[in-house]
């Protein structure tokens, strides 16, 4: 049998209640899947925006490997020293490469597991989303490029973005070069979890870590009511008793680095 490697692939954590939730459902994964790697999308996880240093520890503690993430990355650290240090403290933690602000931090992370390397990547969309002007069509190739010789296990990339249609897209067209293109970012899963015809794990959105009875994570009335005011209220996290729990569980054939098999996984759980 083919040496395989196993991802388990959280999308966005939402606030302490996306964090608790993760936390807690981790023991049991590892004692079902027995994953090589544990990779979690934070950039919602302080609060509903950005991460700190006592988030990240909570995430490293719960068993997370590597944190990816997206716009919201620099929400909690503004200051450039800041952002360096958190970078520095966690170096496993990166922002999308092709991210417009000119930021310190790591944006693509190659990490030993016990069945080889795996780069790990993350890039935001354009379609709907102001936060680029640098195309992920183009800087994925010169990506790529660059790690041509590296003998690899895996390649996963955390797509984080807004269109369905840019997500699909990128993810079919390049089918085969990558083992995984994860979605996030729009915290509602997707129903179309399948292994492209190349051998790419492929899913539109994972879903979002946090609470459930809320839009989004934050609290529904304050979410209703910006729409029904049209006033910038400021969003609040929804605390509740369940917890929404979105993952995905990859096996990945390291010679070839394609995917074998992926499960997108639901559930609620109360905490
Ligand atoms: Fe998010
Ligand atoms: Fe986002």
Redesign the pocket.
Known sequence: MAKQLKVVFFG?IVGRPGRRGVASIIPKIKEEFRPDLIIANV??SAHGKGVTDSTLADMVKAGVDVFTS???IHDKVREDAEVAAIFEKYPTLIKPANYSRDLPGRSELVIETLKGKVLVLNLVGQVFFRFSEFSPWTVLPQILERYEGEKLSAIILDF?AEATSEKVALGRHFDGQLSAVLG??THIPTADATILPKGTGYVTDVGMNGPYDSVLGMKSEVSINRFLTGEKLTYEIAETPEIWLNYVMLTIDIETKKTLSIQHEHEIIKL
């Open positions: 966005d950039e919602n997206g716009e919201h984080h996030t970012h």
